[in-house]
């Protein structure tokens, strides 16, 4: 029998109308004659409510309690649309990501699934029942709980299709597929039917939020074909795979932005061997993601050094770097919290020339200051101030025509 993992995001199961909704999706893909695997995201914004709530108890909530907490909401949600299915009549039984055979390494609220052991989902599936497994978790070989990361759920369903080899993997949310740019800020963006895995991973990197980068990331490793649809319509959605020729690919595929940004500057480095290394092997070793680094060119033998990383890591990474900047003799270390990313994406982007011209160029037309710039072969990103992300967003769509055909 066909295998069919079909993933729920948050939105889609927000309150119990819509569980119930869900339920009935499921067991309409069951009737067609599949086995059924669901993987489900916690009720609407629960996920925030836990972290808020444990931010009123403490400042500073331990991790591997957080990863406990944090994973209660999907099993919340689990549990009730198992009930939901089972009271329309279907067999149904709900695991949580450790009964799901889900083991992960143990970096709490980021933690990598090492490998999942398929069997006890095998063995339901045979019993006639729909799984629905609770998302965004795992367990340590240790049996610690972990978190995979906010958005997490989606990684859960496509390692689960990955390794159940799912003859599909369906990921429903709350839009109708990838759009050239968040419809939720250009009103103008379209549906992108297919995306290449790369351009996906390049755009949900930075931060296209309607897959998480890992989910895309293991699809293409094992060339394992997403649709990314919407819960509430049988729409077409976008499929996302391997194996669209170059040719046919828009130049700019689409815009990416992130409100999750902060900067680290470094005032008065000494310019020398070794400094480099000296500021981010510990930042490395606290599990501090850097991503943007830039380093100007040093006047009497003294450079500034900025680097961004998430605005959750800011607190984290500047206890690490306060101290080393002092003892290699550096002027000063500030830090701005609020900035976000805005980049264009697109593997038609590769060897052409002109496109960071036009980017920028755009930008200025639309009076937003770009604080740092940084491109991969496929992508070029500029950082700007927090309240003109949504601005650099609509005028770069305009700019590189998205909202045509
Ligand atoms: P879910 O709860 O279903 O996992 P998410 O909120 O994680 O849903 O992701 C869906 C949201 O992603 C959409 O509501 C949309 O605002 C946002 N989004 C950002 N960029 C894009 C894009 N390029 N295409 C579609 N949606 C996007
Ligand atoms: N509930 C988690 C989050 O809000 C995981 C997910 O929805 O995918 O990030
Ligand atoms: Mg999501």
Redesign the pocket.
């Known amino acids: 029998m066909p295998l069919i993992v079909q993933?729920?995001?948050?939105?889609?199961v927000a309150d119990a109308e819509k569980i119930k909704h869900v339920a009935r999706r499921a067991i309409a893909a069951k009737d067609k004659g599949s086995d059924v695997v669901v993987v489900i995201?916690a009720m609407g914004d629960s996920t925030d409510d836990l972290i808020a709530l444990a931010h009123q108890i403490t400042d500073h909530p331990d991790e591997r309690e957080m990863d406990i907490l944090l994973s209660t909401g999907e099993i919340v949600s689990s549990t009730l649309l198992s009930m939901a299915i089972k009271s329309l009549g279907q067999k149904a039984i709900s695991l949580t990501g450790a009964q799901a055979g889900i083991q992960t390494d143990r970096v709490y609220s980021q933690a990598r699934i090492r490998s999942i052991s398929p069997q006890r989902v095998q063995s339901e599936l045979k019993a006639g029942n729909i799984v629905v497994v609770a998302g965004f978790q795992g367990v340590t070989e240790d049996m610690e709980v972990t978190t995979l990361g906010r958005?997490g759920?989606?990684t859960t369903a496509v390692a689960l299709a990955v390794s159940l080899k799912a003859d599909a993997c369906e990921?429903?949310?709350?839009?109708e597929?990838?759009?050239?740019?968040?419809?939720?800020?250009v009103p103008e963006?379209r549906r992108?039917p297919e995306i290449d895995y790369e351009e996906m991973v390049e755009?949900a990197t930075y931060?296209?939020?309607?897959?998480?980068p890992r989910a895309v990331e293991i699809a293409q490793i094992h060339n394992l074909p997403i649709l990314?649809a919407c819960?509430f319509n049988d729409k077409p959605g976008t499929v996302i795979r391997g194996g669209i020729p170059m040719e046919v690919r828009n130049k700019a595929r689409?815009?990416?932005?992130d409100l999750n940004v902060a900067k680290v500057t470094i005032r008065g480095v000494p310019d020398k061997p070794g400094i480099a290394a000296t500021i981010f092997e510990p930042l490395a070793a606290a599990n501090i993601s850097v991503d943007t680094i830039v380093q100007n060119s040093s006047v009497d033998g003294l450079a500034d050094l900025t680097f961004t990383v998430t605005r959750n890591d800011l607190n984290k990474a500047m206890k690490v770097v306060e101290p080393i900047a002092k003892s290699i003799g550096a002027t000063s270390c500030i830090s701005d919290a609020k900035l976000g990313k805005v980049s264009i994406v697109g593997t038609g982007m590769q060897n052409t020339p002109g496109y960071a011209a036009r980017m920028f160029r755009a930008l200025y037309e639309a009076g937003i200051n770009i604080e740092l710039i940084t491109t991969s072969e496929i992508r070029i990103t500029c950082i700007v101030n927090e309240t003109k992300v949504a601005d650099a967003v609509r005028s770069l769509h305009k700019a590189f025509q998205l909202d045509q055909e």
Not at 177 to 185: E, L
């Open positions: 993933k729920y995001g948050g939105t889609s995201s958005g759920s989606d990921i429903y949310t709350d839009v597929g990838v759009f050239t740019a968040d419809p939720r800020i963006a992108i755009l931060g296209a939020k309607v897959m998480h990314v819960s689409g815009i990416a932005h």
